[in-house]
């Protein structure tokens, strides 16, 4: 197969760097550039395992995907045929404390990539968002969230992503931008910054520190493996129809309380360190994605058992702590201090 150029937005966060390992190591003739700002969330040595071979068809690019012109110049100087953006604030936590962060970075950073695209040209635009812009479901309810359904973000960061989602759409009915769009559900595995729940979880559990679930813990979320959503992008991008969007779920889903629960169990820790604190403003009860259109159309599926996934991840976070102690300082958000 033919020699492909990506520019990876936000390659040096969770899911991204995910991506850029499994891509290289799946695709070996392609060259990933990646465009990260290296804000807080950003960590290069996400990407420190990768082989001699792979470095040499990755560049890193420190920089804000607001800069339209440096964006331009990427896809000029590199010959980027496609654009996969990760690039996000991406803590809904963080998004109560400092929302303009997120609508700057989501809504004004997706407009920028966007229209470089559209000056420049590219095979495709693919744009990583969430379930988390149709609003919450009851706890009880039979339904689920459908491609197409409406939106009702609850939060400043569902919002910004919302509106990305739109202003990707006009990109492509106004300008005939090619794009793409997947909503996927709670990501877990390896890399993931220590604020998010399963890593807050487990590196608190580890240093023998409470694990702090907000008092609706019966709240539930359906989760899914890094690599399953990389793989599901990865079908996308090679199957997925222009202009379509496509949901990226397993179906699976587990409270705050079942996921606290499997992390002590793992690590043969007491449920004595759960302690139960007020919600963040805007917690969503539940999310749950119908993705029958991704496994009929583009015969993906997940591949990743839960259990099985999440013990390996939390083994991981135990057996590197070199990989998360040093992040530990620059979360922003204390979650045991929403009551006051
Ligand atoms: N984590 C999840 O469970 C989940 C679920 C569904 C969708 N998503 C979406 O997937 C994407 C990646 O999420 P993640 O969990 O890896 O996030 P993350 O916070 O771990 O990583 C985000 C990355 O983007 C970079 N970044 C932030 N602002 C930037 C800017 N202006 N220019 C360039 N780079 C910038 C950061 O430095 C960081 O490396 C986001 O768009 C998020 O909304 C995440």
């Known amino acids: 197969m033919s020699e492909q150029r990506l520019l990876v937005t936000g390659g040096a966060g969770f899911i991204g760097s995910n991506f850029i390992r499994l891509w290289l190591a799946r695709h070996p003739s392609d060259r990933i550039i990646n465009l990260d700002l290296l804000t807080y969330a950003g960590n290069p040595a996400n990407l420190d395992d990768l082989t001699d071979d792979q470095r040499e068809r990755y560049t890193f690019v420190q920089g804000d995907i607001r800069n339209r012109e440096l964006v331009e110049h990427l896809i000029g100087e590199h010959g980027v045929e496609v654009i996969v953006n990760f690039a996000a604030e991406s803590h809904n936590s963080r998004a109560v404390l400092d929302p303009e962060a997120f609508l700057r970075t989501n809504v004004l950073g997706t407009q920028a990539l966007l229209e470089a ?109 890094v690599v ?67 496994r009929r159309e583009l015969d993906w599926q997940p591949t990743i058992d839960f259990e099985q996934g999440l013990r390996e991840t939390v083994r991981w976070y135990q057996e590197h702590p070199e990989w998360w102690k040093p992040l530990l300082n620059r979360a922003a958000v204390q979650e045991t201090g929403w009551g006051r």
């Not at 609850?154 to 202003?167: E, F, G, I, L």
């Not at 959503?229 to 079908?235: K, Y």
């Not at 820790?269 to 029958?292: A, C, F, N, T, W």
Request: aromatic share 10%; charged share 25%.
């Open 117 to 225: 695209c559209r000056r420049k040209g590219v095979r495709r635009f693919h744009h990583v968002s969430t379930c988390e812009v149709y609003g919450d479901l009851d706890l009880d309810s039979p339904a689920s969230f459908r491609e197409g359904d409406p939106y009702r973000p609850r939060t400043p960061y569902n919002a910004s992503k919302a509106a990305a989602d739109h202003v990707v759409r006009a990109y492509h009915e106004t300008f005939h931008v090619p794009v793409s769009i997947s909503m996927c559900a709670n990501n877990y595995g390896p890399y993931q910054f220590p604020e998010k729940v399963i890593p807050l979880f487990t590196t608190n559990a580890l240093q023998g520190k409470p694990l702090p679930l907000y008092r609706h813990s019966e709240n539930r979320r359906e989760w899914i493996h």
């Open 228 to 294: 399953d959503h990389c793989l599901g992008i990865e079908r996308i991008l090679e199957r997925g129809r222009v202009g379509e969007t496509y949901h990226i779920g397993t179906g699976l889903e587990k409270s705050v309380e079942q996921i606290a629960d499997a992390i002590l169990g793992t690590l043969g820790l007491p449920q004595s360190l759960k302690i139960y604190v007020e919600d963040r403003p805007g917690h969503d009860r539940r999310y749950l994605l119908d993705s029958s259109r991704i």
